[in-house]
């Protein structure tokens, strides 16, 4: 097993980018608006058979596939966030949990009845093709792409977020909403701007995990429980903390297969979950932690 | 005369409590008003009430003459009213600079931000030697002069205070009143609120004083002595 540790550690660094681009728009959301927004998962899995079904009754190229998807994805998460979440957010935070959950049913339900319960993947050569091929360790192109937009995705958002005023004001009806409105900031619509960027997130994250892994309709929920990980482990709202946590997260999960046997696989990701919450309540690169 | 603000038969509740009572005011344009009035007086409230924080059950406000008592808290600001609520609420996890910049969020106030930044780092210089530190190691006072600073950012008409003179030093106080006059000199109303009488006579034009969610006294700071607000304000004398 030690001959194939590295080839562990390589797929587990590289997993856990695409983990982080699945759990960064839990984590804005939870940042922004305080919200665990359950039907992340199944948001992000729309995502997916959009751009599968687009994909592939256009020009089969996917990223005019992922454009496309991206637009309509845009227009749901103005309507789910102006007309649902918003009209019950400043109720407390239970009402709009409710309310995602009932949208990850509905997602999730609507996916079957237009898909069916069949597996699918969006087709890409990027999965047969290697980066690096050695004795020891190969690097497939499609985990590698995975990361390097991870990464990509993540410098760009924090960019936004902290070089530009419109990324200073939904910062600041993160933390205030009542001030940030008496400065002018309506409120509502930050929250509706950041359904927007997570929904983009959540269409490339769609686009990379239907490329690297089988899905069908019910295949949100695996996700949500992967972005919820990713966002405890690296600390509610934090962007950096996000590629953290999704890094820890993939090597938990390859090196403890690795280690103890693939049957356990997700359990052991799950264990380095929970140790860390134990330990560090707050995530590892969370606010309240840098305070 | 020109009132730019004009409250009239306002009522607000908090559940059950009758935080404002049939509270009517006319604040007149490029003056400084200051409203005084004891712990719970409702003070809070009626400024919050003005810029939409809270929805009254009765009454109406106006800003220059148009309706503002239904608009959205942010909709309000950009007509021109600034406020600096009760305990500075500076964003902790923002450098100064950053703050500044989060109150030139308006458009029209994103136009002047540069000529607003020099005057407001020129009125407060420890803003500028501090301008890259995160808001949260700032002292109470300079807190406060952030939250004023960050309201002048906002190129306003009217400039409502809630207590800013709370819990600093008496040299300090004095700098933020010199300030406020400075402002006030240029067209920019305030709206202050006070619990200290004698400060609230010597800076303001005109004085409302409040007890228990009532206006029980007003009127030219210069015609009102000190010894009968001070009876109002502790409720001796009930004039409403
Ligand atoms: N959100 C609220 N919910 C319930 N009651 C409230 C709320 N805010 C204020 N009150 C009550 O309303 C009354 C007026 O409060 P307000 O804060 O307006 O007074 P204030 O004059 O600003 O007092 P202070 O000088 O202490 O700031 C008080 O009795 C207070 O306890
Ligand atoms: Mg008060």
Redesign the pocket.
């Given at each position: 097993m030690l001959e194939t540790l590295p080839q562990a550690i390589v797929t587990g660094v590289l997993l856990g980018g695409l983990y982080a681009i699945i759990g960064i728009g839990m984590s804005l959301i939870f940042g922004i608006m305080k919200l665990t927004n359950i039907a992340h998962g199944d948001i992000m899995i729309l995502g997916t058979f959009l751009t599968m079904h687009i994909t592939q009754s256009l020009t089969g190229n996917p990223i005019i596939g992922l454009l496309l998807t991206i637009a309509i994805m845009l227009a749901f998460a103005f309507a789910i966030q102006n007309f649902l979440i918003n009209k019950v957010i400043t109720k407390g935070a239970e009402p709009a949990l409710l309310v995602t959950f009932g949208l990850s049913i509905i997602i999730s339900n609507a996916l079957f009845l237009v898909f069916g319960a069949n597996t699918h993947t969006i087709p890409s050569t990027l999965v047969t093709t290697n980066l690096i091929r050695t004795a020891h360790v190969s690097v497939s192109m499609m985990y590698a792409v995975s990361f390097i937009v991870a990464v990509a995705v993540i410098v760009a958002l924090s960019l936004v977020m902290n070089r530009t005023s419109f990324g200073r004001a939904i910062r600041a009806a993160s933390s205030d909403t009542v001030m940030s409105e008496l400065l002018g900031i309506n409120t509502k619509h930050m929250y509706i701007f950041a359904m927007m960027l997570t929904v983009v997130t959540a269409s490339i994250a769609g686009m990379l995990v239907g490329m690297t892994f089988p899905f069908y309709p019910t295949t949100g929920t695996q996700y949500l429980i992967i972005a919820f990980g990713v966002v405890v482990i690296g600390g509610m709202g934090s962007l950096l903390g996000t590629l953290v946590g999704g890094i820890i997260l993939g090597l938990a999960q390859l090196v403890g297969a690795n280690l103890i046997g693939a049957t356990y696989q997700q359990l052991i990701g799950f264990i380095v979950l929970l140790v860390i919450l134990a330990v560090r309540p707050q995530g590892l690169l969370s606010k309240a932690a840098r305070k | 005369m020109n009132n730019i603000i004009e409250i009239s038969g306002l009522n607000v509740m908090?559940?059950d409590?009758r935080?404002?009572a049939d509270v009517s005011m006319n604040i007149e344009s490029g003056k400084i008003v200051s409203i005084i009035?004891?712990?719970?007086?409702?003070?809070?409230?009626?400024?919050?009430t003005i810029m939409g924080v809270?929805a009254p059950a009765a009454g109406a406000i106006r800003f220059e003459g148009r309706d503002i008592t239904k608009m959205r808290t942010s909709k309000i600001a950009s007509l021109g009213l600034a406020m600096t609520p009760?305990g500075s609420r500076v964003f902790a996890d923002m450098s100064v600079m950053e703050n500044l910049l989060m109150g030139a969020y308006l458009p029209g106030a994103k136009k002047a931000k540069a000529g607003q930044l020099e005057k407001v780092y020129d009125m407060f210089p420890v803003l500028k030697e501090k301008s890259a530190q995160l808001a949260s190691f700032l002292s109470g006072g300079q807190r406060q002069m952030l939250s004023i600073a960050r309201a002048i950012m906002m190129n306003p008409k009217v400039i409502i205070c809630?207590?800013i003179s709370l819990g600093l030093a008496p040299v300090i106080i004095h700098d933020i009143y010199a300030k406020v006059k400075e402002l006030n000199a240029e067209g920019i109303t305030f709206l202050l609120?006070e619990?200290e009488i004698k400060r609230s006579l010597r800076h303001a034009d005109y004085s409302y004083v409040?007890v228990k969610?009532r206006v029980v006294m007003e009127g030219k700071s210069s015609g009102l002595s000190r010894e009968a607000v001070s009876d109002a304000y502790f409720g001796i004398n009930q004039f409403a």
């Open positions: - | 908090h559940g409590l935080a404002l009035g004891a712990n719970g007086a409702g003070k809070s409230t009626l400024l919050n809270h009760e809630d207590e609120v619990q409040m969610g």
